[in-house]
């Protein structure tokens, strides 16, 4: 039936276009996961294949920088991790644009134990620490401060070890919905309250789907293809069978358990990470003008982002919202 959805969701080509599929690399920003998993979908079940495109998959992890490989043109797409890369990129007058946001959500996450007094949002600003990595002390902390009124003195350095967390029932964590707190609830007994950043307003996109603009000047039909796939791909992963993904993800990632893949697409579909608010109407990869410039308003407040960037040059609207897929949601 996969290629029923396909057929269904108005993915039309010429009979010749799988025979000549084009090369297309894409190349993630860490290793592979359900959270990359609507991409690895359309490889499994054919969907890049059927508009004519042959992609590649590259998984990223500590030692790949797959975003300095697009740069330097030796991969065709790059998976971005929020708008504040796109920015900076403008401000730096790197010619990088956005076509897709696969996640409506940045899947940041602030942590707390239960029962000690820390279980709202407010009540966070009373805890003994913040265990907070660079990246996100220097980014959305920036704007709890600002929006807020949290102490940057209370933070400490985050390890990417959940025993510091664990042993101080006062302390708040960050992570990614769909990792650390599965992590905790393995090794500290106990689930921890989660507080996503962006249902607080941090309403950045995530997962972005990042190119060259020549790329678009030159082959927009394969942009457009990848996209579209793509789009066809979250769709068939979270409402159908997924099971070749899957398994996809740990041939390339065989630390990566069943257990672990639930809990992500569990965490994906409850918080709505990958469909909700605009992709609701617009389908799956919706960005707007707007909520881009709220974020970016946002970030300029908190003093991450500089003022006066043209932000219309780091996205294009062109290759999204048009509904495609919004009859495969179940």
Known sequence: MKRVLIATSALAFSAGAAAAAEPFVYGTNWLAQPEHGGFYQSVADGTYEACGLDVEIRQGGPQVNNRALLLAGRIDAHMGGN???????????????VVAASFQKEPQVLMTHPDQG?????????????????????????WM??????????RVP??????????????????????????????GGFEPNLFLLADYGFDTYSTTIEVMQQTIDERPEAVKCFVEG?????????????AAANELIQAD???????????????????????????????????????????????VRAGVSPEGIDITRAY???YVNQGLGLELRN
């Open 230 to 242: 793509s789009i066809l791909g979250w769709y068939n992963y979270l409402y159908g069978d997924n």
């Open 145 to 154: 401060i600002t929006e807020f009124g949290f102490d940057p003195a209370k």
């Open 253 to 299: 990632n065989p630390d990566m358990s069943d257990e672990q893949i639930a809990f992500s697409i569990a965490k994906l579909k409850e918080y709505g990470i990958v469909d909700s608010g605009d992709s609701e109407a617009l389908g799956i990869g919706a960005m707007t003008d707007e909520r881009m410039q709220s974020f970016y308003d946002k970030m």
């Open 83 to 97: 708008m504040l890369e796109a920015f900076a990129a403008v401000e730096q007058d790197i010619p990088v644009v």
């Open 158 to 187: 985050y390890t990417f070890n959940p025993a510091p967390f664990i042993a101080n029932p006062k302390s708040v964590q960050q992570g990614y919905i769909t990792s650390e707190p599965f992590a905790v609830e393995r090794e």
């Open 316 to 318: 294009t609207l062109d």
């Open 118 to 142: 820390l279980d709202t949002w407010e009540s966070l600003l009373e805890a003994d620490e913040y265990i907070l990595g660079d990246q996100g002390f220097q980014s959305y902390f920036q």
